[in-house]
């Protein structure tokens, strides 16, 4: 996904995150080829963990370095439950102290090269108190000198559902400025129209495309045309679809194999579904597909037979 999306014009794509002990305990394994590989062609690519213990989340960041990340981003924006539980993720959004001291010792250990940014929710949950801490938590990580954020506009317990608040982001924005900080945007960003619009109301220096980009990499295409004063590209044809469709499944089969790759590769499928005329058709076969010959199939009959669309 990163490398289509880099493809398209994301100029920068980090990883999905990683949870401290797992990278400290498959980086001395073989299995670090499907995690931690960094191609030449990648870069920049940085690499998101999380944790709650500065001596186990200080030694995964700088293995992730010695892998090859150009960037370090600490999560404190995580809203799975079991996330919470362990005081890791978003559950940092309510423990300021924690949290500095997450950063503080993580941007020690670092080599200076390394940037460390951090991703944020704009409070745990919509109490008073709760909300203060994110003007808190900003005002402490950029004097610990990290170098940027990444604010998505909901709390930690409203997860994805609602509305992003990006009014609070606008806020979030001046303050972060008023720092000589740098600080990105984020949610509910699944247009090019939409991030330039929110890039000009907020007055962020950029945004971060997450759920947005999945299946659809032409999101960056879109953006960098807006961006550039040109028109907004046609949405892509199904010949086009199925060209990227491929890339996509050729390099997750290379890296998994047939058999995980079918697995890695479901909810992207899905999503590559959304601009097909047939959509319910094709969903329903993409979940069903057990084989390559099957997956062939499904490719020449909802792409190559198609016709125009």
Not at 31 to 48: I, M, N, T, W
Not at 174 to 192: M, P, T, Y
Not at 233 to 243: G, I, R, V
Not at 257 to 281: N, V
């Amino acid at each position: 996904m990163r490398r289509l999306a880099r493809r398209f014009g994301a100029p920068f794509a980090l990883c999905e995150v990683f949870l401290d002990q797992f990278v400290l305990d498959v980086s001395k394994k073989r299995k670090a080829r499907f995690y931690l590989a960094v191609r030449e062609s990648d870069h920049p690519c940085g690499a998101q963990v999380m944790g709650s213990d500065p001596d186990e989340i200080v030694p995964a960041a700088l293995r992730l370095a010695e892998f090859g990340f150009d960037l370090i981003d600490l999560n404190f924006a995580c809203p799975v439950p079991k996330v919470l539980s362990r005081g890791r993720g978003g559950a940092l959004m309510k423990d300021v102290p924690r949290a500095l001291e997450i950063a503080a010792r993580v941007r020690d250990a670092l080599p200076a090269r390394i940037p460390l940014t951090v991703k944020l929710r704009k409070s745990f949950d919509g109490s008073p108190e709760n909300t203060a801490h994110l003007f808190e938590l900003l005002d402490g990580l950029f004097r610990l000198g990290i170098s940027a954020v990444t604010l998505h506009g909901r709390t930690v317990r409203e997860r994805y559902t609602g509305v992003a608040d990006w009014e609070t982001v606008r806020r979030a924005a001046e303050f972060v400025h008023g720092r000589n900080g740098v600080i990105l945007g984020s949610g509910d960003l699944f247009s090019a129209k939409t991030a330039l619009e929110r890039i000009a109301q907020t007055g962020v220096d950029g945004v971060a495309i997450a759920r947005g980009a999945i299946g659809n990499p032409w999101i960056f295409r879109d953006i960098n045309a807006l961006c550039a004063g040109r028109p907004l590209p046609p949405p892509p044809s199904l010949a086009e679809q199925l060209d990227v469709i491929r890339q996509h499944w050729s390099l997750s089969e290379e890296l998994y194999g047939f058999r995980r790759a079918s697995t890695e590769m479901r909810k992207f499928l899905l999503k590559y579904a959304e601009f097909h005329p047939r959509k319910e058709d094709l969903r329903m076969a993409f979940v069903k597909f057990k084989s390559p010959e099957e997956l062939e199939r499904i490719f020449r009959t909802y792409y190559e037979n198609a016709g125009e669309g």
